[in-house]
């Protein structure tokens, strides 16, 4: 739970500022996309964060 809770935050920033740029650059997006993936992207890479966290406090116990 520790790597997803640090890895939401940080996955938030890197994809807002991925998708914003990417929105104002190319217009790739509509805004409704850019929040849509953001947040998913955001929950995806925080359960990552999550699964790493847990495989690497295998070996503290």
Known sequence: ????????PISFIIALGYY???HAFYHL???TWL???TIVSTLFYAVVAGVVGAVLGIGKK
Do not use: P, V
């Not at 739970?1 to 939401?8: E, I, R, T």
């Open 1 to 8: 739970m520790g790597g997803f809770k640090a890895g939401l």
């Open 20 to 22: 914003s740029s990417m």
């Open 29 to 31: 997006f509509t805004r």
């Open 35 to 37: 929040i849509t993936d």
